[in-house]
């Protein structure tokens, strides 16, 4: 009998460890359910690896550490998901630089992102200024300490899509 309590209370041992674990990111790009679980990460991160480092939430530092190296920059957002990644896998963003966007872009349209038109703020960042065939994708940068850029609007062969506002400060 007592040996059956402990083999039960192991099992319980067992899966609220495996429980608490699961509620943790597995991987640097996320996910995390909010900004406290993301801070608490690189904390621990932190301390381990002793690299400078700093962390931003939706364009704002969140959390920052000194150390050795370069510093390790890390923009995240808070996706319409509710749930906290480095990228939000959708083509309205947000996203930390144009390459995201143009392969976000090119992800949705596949070989018709040759006659599409992307601008960031009004420049051309790909394609031409003259009549887009599949489209046109107009992104802009919201302004933060840390900027990044989410779709304004767009007009493609599908229809329109609505763009998104800046996220937040949290």
Known sequence: MKAAKTLAGLVVALCLGMAASVSYAQ?????????QQ??????????????????????????????????????????S???IYTKCNSIKGPFSNRNQIISAVSDMLGN?????????????????????????????????PYSYMVLDQAYTSYGSITGISCLPQL
Do not use: H
């Not at 939706?58 to 808070?78: A, C, E, L, R």
């Open 27 to 35: 991987s640097i790009d996320g996910p995390f359910v909010s900004k």
């Open 38 to 79: 993301l801070v608490d990460f690189w904390q621990t991160k932190a301390i381990k690896e002793q690299q400078a480092t700093l962390i931003a939430l939706n364009g704002y530092k969140v959390f920052s550490s000194g150390g050795f190296g370069p510093s390790m920059d890390v923009k995240y957002f808070q996706c």
């Open 81 to 83: 998901d509710g749930l």
């Open 112 to 144: 018709e992102i040759s006659s599409t038109t992307i601008r960031v703020d009004g420049n051309i960042i790909l394609g031409a200024s003259f009549s887009p065939g599949s489209g046109s994708f107009n992104y802009k940068t919201c302004p933060a």
